[in-house]
T-cell receptor
């Protein structure tokens, strides 16, 4: 089966660092994505990992361990505008090769002064 | 680049009527488009995958006769919610995948359509 777990809610202070974890189980793993979604808006792409290790992009970094079925998104120098939901999504190599995305429930991050 | 639009952005309809939502890739050709539904405070649930010129592939539990998908061209896919009921009220989001040669691993999301059925 397919299962993606991430914490429901997190809070952090402006200027701090926060790590959002994601664990997954899927039969046809073909990459992991992190998206940011503000309320009432579509998700926006943050990062993509397909190999083990850390990918850094400005204030955001994403880590993947395929053997552990584990990823995290690291947000540094938090800003108020970072308050949003963060969605972990796994790309699943399905029959027909459509590579559908399976989303976790999302982590609502609240950044306070 | 890689912009996806949806129309309308929001719609209110009466129970029993049908609603069509359009998804367009504006600056790239999308051989594959995906339709998602998102209920409040929940994550995106894939409804169906559509490929240009062929029938859509629906996820388990999604009624294909109720949610009609047409992917008539490389830049346009439509989702029609037929005989809508209040429980169909949701945020519908489409995404599109670039043709091979682009960043084929990435899906580009539209801004979403909020449907309210009264």
């Amino acid at each position: 089966g397919q299962n993606i777990d991430q914490p429901t809610e997190m809070t952090a202070t402006e200027g701090a660092i926060v790590q959002i974890n994601c664990t997954y189980q899927t039969s046809g793993f073909n990459g992991l994505f992190w998206y940011q979604q503000h309320a009432g808006e579509a998700p926006t792409f943050l990062s993509y990992n397909v190999l083990d290790g850390l990918e850094e992009k400005g204030r955001f970094s994403s880590f993947l361990s395929r053997s552990k079925g584990y990823s995290y998104l690291l947000l540094k120098e938090l800003q108020m505008k970072d308050s949003a939901s963060y969605l972990c999504a796994v790309r699943d190599r399905r029959d027909g090769g459509y590579n559908k995305l399976i989303f976790g429930a999302g982590t609502r991050l609240a950044v306070h002064p | 680049g890689a912009v996806v639009s949806q129309h309308p952005s929001w719609v209110i309809c009466k129970s029993g009527t049908s609603v069509k939502i359009e998804c367009r890739s504006l600056d790239f050709q999308a051989t594959t488009m995906f339709w998602y539904r998102q209920f409040p405070k929940q994550s995106l649930m894939l409804m169906a995958t559509s490929n240009e010129g062929s029938k859509a592939t629906y996820e388990q539990g999604v009624e294909k006769d109720k949610f009609l998908i047409n992917h008539a061209s490389l830049t346009l896919s439509t989702l029609t919610v037929t005989s809508a009921h209040p429980e169909d009220s949701s945020f519908y989001i489409c995404s599109a995948r670039d043709t091979p040669g682009g960043r084929a691993y990435e899906q580009y999301f539209g801004p979403g359509t909020r449907l309210t059925v009264t």
